[in-house]
Structure formats: C-alpha cells, structure tokens
C-alpha cells in the first residue's frame, strides 16, 4: 500500500505575491513530516496542492502508484486532507464514518463492520448514534481522524490537527496519529509550534519565505507489534 | 341583501366545506398548475445557485445581480413578454400555447426560477468551502460532493424551494395574462379571486382568499418547525 | 409634550378631513361599464359636463353586476349600465331613483376569417349560435356577470341546445381581453359593436353577425337613492342625468365617431329600454 508523492517546482501566486515556489519535495511510504512556519506562510495553501484540493499556478504534484479517477486528475484516493478545524456532516457519528466508504461501493455489512472497527479505534463507541454536531472539539477532531482511517489512506495531511484543542483532547489525537504512522501511513503536520503531534515525526521542514527547507532528520526507530 | 364582512366569511366557509365543484375546481387547477412548475423549475434552478456559490469564474456578480434583478420584475412583465413570445404573431405562435396550462407553467417556472436561484446561492455561500473539500477528499467524486452539500444545506433549500410556491401559486398578473382565466382550464385561486371581486361576489374570493392563506401558514408553520429542528441537529 | 402632539395630530386630521368633505361636494363618482368606457365616449362627453358645472366627475369602469352592487351599498353616486332586468330590480328594491333611458348600440358576433361554422351573414342571431353549438367551435364568454355576459347568456336561453357545448369557455374578463383571446384562439364571442371598433385594426377576427333586433343594447343612467345612505351627491347625480338627456348631451352622444363609425344612439326621447 506504498504510497509516493513527489512535486516538483510548485508555484502559487496570488496576483504579484509570490506565496511560494519549492524546487522539490518527496513524501515516501512510512515517512512523518512537521511542516512548520510562521502563520500566512502558505502551510496550509501547501497542504492543499499537495492533496489535490488545491491548484498550483504551476509545477507538479505525482502521486504513486498513479490511481487517477476520470473525475480529477488531482485527487487521490489514497490521499486524504484534514481541516486544522474539521467540517463535520450533519448526521450521526457513525454517517459521518460511513461517508467515505459508501462512496466505494462498499457492501451494507462490510460498511457497518468497518464504521464499528472505527468508532472502537477513536474510543467514540459510546457517541455513535449522537447527532455529530453535538461533539466537542476534541470529539470532532478524533472523529475526522477516524474518518479518514477508515478509508486506510497512504498518505494524511493534517492541517493544525491540535490548535484549539486543550491538553487531554491534543494527547488522544496524538496517540491516535501516532496508531496511524504505526499502520504505516504517512503523515505530514503542520504546525507553527512544538507539540505532542509533532513529536511523532522525524523530518523537519520549515517554510519560510516562500522556500521549503529541510532541518531535522532523526529516524525514530518505530516499533511494530 | 346587505352583504356585511361576516356573513360573506360565513357563506364562504359553506362554499368551502360543502366541496363546491367548481370552487374545488379551481383550487385543483393552481396546484395542479404551480406544483408542475416548481418541480420544473428547482433543480436547474439550485444547480445554477450552487454554480454561482461555489465555481469562481469572469462575471460572476454580474450573473448574480441580473437574477437579483429578475427577481424584482413585476409578475405582469413577465406575464406581457411570454404573451408577446407565444401569441399567435410571435415568435412561438405555431405551438399555440397561449392560454393554455403548458403556458401558465411556463410562466409560473419563469417567476420562481430567479427566486429560487438567488435564494439557493445564498444557501449555498452559508456552507463551508470545507464540506466541499472534506467530500472530495474522502473521495466523493464531483456530483457527489455536490449531492452532499446540497444535504447539508436542506434546510435552507427547503426554505427556497417554499419561498418559490409561495411566490407562484399566488401570483395573479402573469396568469390572468397567459392563462386566460378559463374556467375548468386555467383559471386558478388568484385569478379566481380577481374575478370575483369584480362581480362583486366576494364569497367566493374569500373562500378561496382563505385557501391562499391557511395554505401560506402551513408552509410558514413547516418551514418554521424545520428551521427549528435544523438549529439542533 | 405628548399633548403637544396629540393636539397637533387632532388638528391636522381635522383640516384634512374637512378638506376632503369640501372637495366630496364636487364629485362625482360615475360606476359604469367597460365596454362604455373602453369606448371612449366618456373621455369626449365629461369634459364638457365638467367645464359647465365645474364638477370633476370620476369615472369606475366594472362589470354591470359589479356597478350595481357599488350603487347598492353607495359607494358612487350614480350607475350608467345596460341590463334592462337588473336595473329593474335595482329600482324596484328602492337602491336607484329615477331611472332614464340614454342611448343605445349593439351587440355583432366576431369570429375567425375561416368561419368553420359558416355563421357568416345569418340574420337571426340564435341560428347562428345553434351553427357555433352544433360545430363545436370554440366560443368565448366573457362569464365575467357583466351586461354583455348577460345579454349572451339570455341569447344562449332563446336557442334550442344551450351553450352546452365543450369548446364554450367562460374567462372572466373584460370585453377587450377576450377579443384578444378569441383572437389568439380563433374563437367567436359576441361584442358590443363599440369595443369591436376599437380593436378590429389590430384583429384578424371579422365581423359575422349583426343587425338582428335581439342583438340590441339599450344603457340606462340611475341616480342613487340619497334615502339609503348618507353622503351620497344626489344634486351633482341629478345633473349629471339631466345633461346626459338633454339635447347637447344627446347630440355629442350622436356624433361620437370611432373610425368614423357612429357607435351610440341617443334614445332619451324613444325609451328602448322597456321594449
């Protein structure tokens, strides 16, 4: 389920502003990057290009292997971006779990199977039935996490996964980002400061001033049950 | 014979609740009528809002004020270019559509067309840029995501679509002009009305005035009651 | 303060009202036909009664029907219509005062060119109609309880079928109205002759029937009764039916041209109303 993304002198521009414009960038399977910077330095914009959500003024962003759907030739179904504030869909938690796999064609039992597997994953067993409106912050934040899981991406970017959030809520995100990069996704957060999220990760990117650098490079020795 | 308010309310509840064939009539005309046009009319009407909501191209405020305008043009403008367009030295005066039902629904999809895209757009501008990057993301594909933000704008669309009907079954200037106020045909509650008001038999105008109005509670009590239930989920 | 104001508010309604009751004594509300009024005949006599008696006369053009029940519960002061049996009643049932007979036109059936009922030049009016019953050819009504609707229905009556026919559509509307839509719809209607010249230019209906005695149309003016309600301006009511019958009145009602085609006959000397 290796997944592999590359991009290549990516641009944005918003009309003379240059936001950014970044040489090179590779996210490998297994990796788990930080991407800080300063607040209006682009992450977010970044994030976006590089899940497809978002178009570069110019430049690539290559995911493989090449899934492409007749529908975009951006998005990829391996590839899932989450919101530093997540939108949740009206409905109960278990809907907003069971949105993406119906999207598959997934059969009734199989979807109930996996919603099960999810809720049981974000410990939001007890919260299936509410209205997921009524969630608390920390609540939403697991179930987006959850959501995502569960269509067992290759390749997360969270946007600011922990702003917002108070300590207990940034400690069960952290541990469940933390089960993900154990299943072998990879992960890219981005935050402007230091926090148990970004603790996970080993490879450092900093942007600033429109350019990406790479600072940090500590392989953290992950062990797998 | 002196005809007070009373007694004309009362005689008009005998009309109504006796089932007077012809009053029940005209009631199945306009809603047969109004309830074909706005099924016509709401989903490329909405599809339209949702385009002017969500897709970023040159001279889009520009489309948004002309259905803004649309919206404020009397009814019996509306009602003077169709009959133009489809009398019989129009331009569409071979399909002989004048004075019939197809031409009042014309006209009826014609006045809620604008109104049900302006309000749908602005539906559509009070959902997150997020619901549409959180569907996609978790792999909806295009008619997907817009399926979902459709549902998560329901409660406003509903309003819309109300607003629409309310609009339309109504409205008097156009379908008196196109229409013709045909008894059994296409004379409908508010062409009714204008009608007997100027036989002076007030009875019946206000049995069916009456309808108008328990009608436009039950749908401002619906719309009221959703709303409410929308603020909870 | 709040004195202040209510004192202000006491006075200004007074002056406005009294204004109004002022400006009351010199009007005069006419309710009469469409057909009359579409005419314009009004537009030509009223001035001159107006200069004369320095009055302002407003005219409300409606139904028969409608103009009777506003004479009824008072809301003008004087009617001008053409339904010899309503007014009747009107005056039997003490609403109307001294009913008189003005002038007269008639009544001509229009219809399509193509003529598919082949009514074109019958001289009896209800054999004509029967010739529309029997093709099912579609027939207008104006089925709005005006002068005209009635005098169509009660020539419907004289026939031997009715107007029991599926292509006979009642529309509620005023007499130019469903000249346009016998237009659009290639459809007969009866008309008054005053109406039908005032369209025909822009028809491609033509004129079929005509001349026939039953098609006959006499107008009455009636004041109303001062006795029944209050306010109502009987002295400029009385004046108004006065110059109306009188020889000037009778003479400009005469020589009233549309497309230099006399439309109106002064009757007030020959009372076809009754006849």
New interface residues.
Partial sequence: MGVELRANNLIKRYGARELFNIEELKVQEGDSLHLSGDNGAGKTTLM?IL???DKPCSGEVAVTPNMK?K??TR?H?K?????Q???I??GTVAANLA??LK??GLANKQIKEKVSHALAWARLEELADH?A?SLSGGEKQRLALA??WV?APGLLFLDEPTANLDQQSVTSVADLIDKMLEGGAAVMVSSHQKNPVTELCYRQLLLSEGQVTEFGHQRKVRHHA | MQENLLETSILSLELLFSFDAELWDIIGVSFRVSMIAISIATLPAILIGFALAMVDFKGRWMVVALFNALMAVPTVVVGLTLYLLLSRSGPFGDLHLLFTQPAMIIGQVALAFPLLVCMSHSAFQSIDKRAWETARTLGANCCYAVITIMKEARFALLASVLAGFGRIISEVGCSMMIGGNIMSYTRNIPTAIALETSKGMFAQGIALGLVLLILALLLNFTLASIRGKGQLV | MKKWITGAVTVAVLAASSAMCAAEENIIRLATTTSTYNSGLLDKLLPEFEKIHKVKVQVIAVGTGKALRMGQAGDVDVVMTHAPKSEKKFVASGYGVNPRSVMYNDFVIVGPKADPANIKGKESVTSALEGISDKNATFISRGDDSGTHKKELSLWAETAKGKLFTNYKEVGQGMGKVLQMADELEAYTITDRGTWLAYKSRMQLILLVEGDTRLFNPYQIIQINPEKHNGVNSIGAKALSDWFVSKVGQEMINDFRINNEALFYGSANADVANN
């Fill in positions: 976006k899940a497809g959500l759907s529908w975009s998005l179904p590839v899932v971006y989450l919101h504030t997540p939108y869909f009206s949105y993406g999207l598959k209205s409106h959501r995502a269509l």
